[in-house]
Each structure stands twice: as C-alpha cells, then as structure tokens.
C-alpha cells in the first residue's frame, strides 16, 4: 500500500504500488480512450531521421515537474536545445536531430524505495505521474490518477512546443500508463504508443525478461536502451536481437552511460562487438548518470570536467572502432540553475538556485559549452558522414 505500507513500487519492475485496482482499471480506461498525444506520422518521420546519419541531441529534464510546465519553462528548454544543435551543426557540419526528455518525462525508477528524513521515512519520489516530490505523508501516495494529469500535462507542453522543430521522448517506465496510449495503425497494422515519438528503457529495467523490453518489442516507435557499467557484449547482443532483429536503420539506440573512468574500455568492447556483428544501431554517449558525486552537504551533482571526460572517452572510443558517433544524451535545464558544478562541488554555489526534483542538471552556460566541446569531437568525423550523406542519398 502506498502511503501506509511504504512499498510505494514492486521493485523488480519499477511499477507502483497503487493503493486501490478500481481505481488504476479507471485511470488506464480515461488514458485508452484520449486523443494520441503524438500521430504515428510523426512518429514515423523520427525514426526516418534517425535512419539517417544526422546526429542524435537528446536532453532534457531528469523530471519535469506539473509546477515547471509553463510557456516560458518550455520556450527556454526549447531555445537551449535548439542552440545546442545549431552549434553542433554549424561545428561539425552535420545535421542534427533534436529529441527533447519533454512532453511527458514524469516517471522515475529510484534506487531506494523509501527516503529517510530527519527520522521520517516516506515512499521516494517516483516522478508528478505517480506521486508529488513534497516530503509529507499525503503528497508521496501513489495516485493513479497522476497519470492522466501527466497525460493532459504532456498535452499541454505539445502545444507550447507545436512549431519548434522538437521531438519528444520519455523514459517507457510506467507500464500503466504506456500500454493505454498503445494503438494499431489502420494503415500499416503496426502498434504505436502515442505518448511520445521516442521511448527509452532504463538503465535499471533493461532485464530481458522483464516487461519493459517486452513492451519495447512490441511497438513500432523508435527505441533507446540505456547500457550502464553492469551490461556485457553478451547483453547488448541480446537487447539488439530483441529489439531490432532485422538490424533496421532508425529503430534501436544503445545510450552508454558507464561512468567517465571505465568508458572508453566498455564502449570500445561494446563498439568492436556491433562492428564484429555488422549491426546498425545508434550508439549515444549519456555522460550524466555514470558520474552523479555527492556533495559534502549531501546534495547530488556532477562536476562538468567529468561529463566532459566521459563525453571523450565516448569519441574515442568511436574514433578508435570506426563506428559513427550517433548522439549524445543529457540532462538540461533551460533556467540558470546551480546543480552541476565546474571543477570543484561548492556546496555554497550548489545551494544558489537547486531546484530539481531529481538528477542534477547543466544549467545553459554548462550546456553549450559541452555542445562545443562535441561540435568539435565531431569535426574527426566530417569527412567520413559527409561521404555518407552522399552514399545514402543515392540508395
Ligand atoms: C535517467 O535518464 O534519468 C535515468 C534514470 O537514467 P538511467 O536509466 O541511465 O539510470
Ligand atoms: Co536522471
């Protein structure tokens, strides 16, 4: 039970503990019969561009929140990356495909079920969809019913993003509110979920017997897994016989996320595997998760030096495979927030302007120097995905 019991998720799978079943079967009816958030159209010319060999910028919030979802919230999250592309573009000469963590990023796995408070111990926060970050008995319930506020939420952003040139994507966490929004295509008979053009499976729920892979299979969206430290060739091998058994161009991205001191020897294992086996498949670089410090205060963070060493070892790993480096994964916020640190954490500077709810997240300046940093790691490349761009255009 939610609120009494503590056990706010089941967690082998990540999915919630919701207190009352009427209510669930309820809530996942109202979800099944709106209106699709993304058309399948839309959802098919993504994975047309990421069929190409454009570049691949994905970030965005760890979570958005209800309280941030405003027009002037989404119109600096929308500039942010869409500056972060231009540089990118304009750098290294290749073409860029912008996917937001936006519209609809309201669910998060967590390590620990329950977070401890001066002596109090509550159900963590599992993202607005679930339940409310304020630490009090009555905010931390599950609700079901968040999640057709994080539907009508979603919808809202969409509106404020219509125009913008944006796709979007969110972790494919809650089972609950994913399978609803999942629809046959009358003309093609292929499922779709509609919640958002891009779905990716966690770090923490990539199990190939689990439900979230086996959702993942089913629909025709294009696809992210993220591959932590933990993961094996073997593994990766599986996901991609899962996932993408017909090595389609477009359909399957692997987002490492191994930590800056191990990357380059994962990725590089990884990489000389999918070489080995021919396969197609994206390779993106989340230089975030591997390297989240805590800071004397106690406050989460990530020092920008170490993103950026990881966002190295990621390219060379590329450069030294010859494997195409086909994006980068980030978490982002469009406000000067204080959550990531320079060089050294400084709890007096972390407690300035903190405001996530969950991971921390580079503020715009942090950002676009990292966009740079890429534009420039990318420049190795330009010769070869300009010869591509050619070769592809005369399929
Ligand atoms: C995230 O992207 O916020 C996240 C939880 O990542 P991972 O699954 O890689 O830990
Ligand atoms: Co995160």
């Keep these: 039970m939610g609120l009494v019991g503590l056990s706010t998720t089941n967690e082998r799978d990540h999915q919630p503990d919701w207190p009352v079943e009427s209510e669930v079967r309820r809530a996942r009816a109202a979800l099944a019969r709106s209106a699709p958030l993304v058309p399948a159209s839309d959802i098919r010319l993504l994975r047309a561009r990421l069929a190409e060999p454009a570049f691949l910028l994905h970030a965005g919030d760890c979570a958005e929140t ?29 073409s860029v495909v912008t996917v937001g963590r936006i519209a609809g990023q309201y669910a998060k796995p967590r390590s620990a079920p329950v977070e401890q408070r001066a002596g109090l111990a509550l159900p963590s926060y599992f993202g607005d969809a679930v339940n409310d970050a304020d630490f009090s008995p009555g ?11 994080a539907h009508e939420q979603s919808r809202k952003t969409l509106t404020y993003l219509s125009d913008s040139g944006v796709f979007t994507s969110h972790e494919a966490l809650l089972l609950d509110y994913e399978q609803p929004q999942t629809r046959r295509s009358a003309d093609e008979g292929r499922l779709y979920d509609h919640s958002a053009h891009l779905l990716w499976i966690g770090e923490r729920t990539r199990s190939l017997t689990g439900p979230h892979v086996a959702f993942a299979a089913e629909i ?17 091998m599986a996901l991609h016989a899962v996932l993408n058994p017909d090595n389609i161009p477009g359909r399957l991205a692997f987002i490492f996320r191994m930590g800056r001191r191990r990357a380059y020897d994962l990725v590089y294992a990884m990489l000389s595997r999918m070489v080995a086996e021919g396969w197609v498949d994206r390779v ?31 390219f060379g790993a ?3 495979t010859g494997v195409v480096p086909g994006g980068i994964h980030l978490e982002v916020s469009g406000d000067d927030v204080s959550e990531c640190v320079a060089t050294q954490v400084n709890d007096t500077y972390l407690a300035t302007n903190y405001r996530s709810v969950c991971d921390p997240r580079l503020n715009p300046v942090q950002a676009a120097y990292l966009g740079q940093v890429v534009g420039e790691l990318l420049v190795p490349h330009r010769e070869f995905s300009a010869w591509l761009e050619v070769a592809m255009s005369h399929r």
């Design 139 to 149: 905010k931390r319930a599950a609700d079901p019913w968040n999640m057709v506020r």
């Design 284 to 314: 993106v670089c989340d230089p975030m998760h591997g390297n989240t410090v805590v800071s004397p205060a106690g406050v989460k963070t990530r020092v920008v030096g170490d993103i950026e060493s990881e966002l190295r070892a990621f």
């Design 318 to 320: 590329c450069n030294d």
């Design 66 to 94: 209800f309280r941030d979802n405003t027009r002037q919230s989404v119109a600096n999250r929308v500039s942010l990356l869409r500056g972060i592309s231009d540089a990118i573009e304009l750098k290294s000469g290749r």
């Design 220 to 236: 025709a969206n294009p696809i992210a897994v993220k591959i932590g430290p933990g993961a094996t060739p073997a593994d990766l």
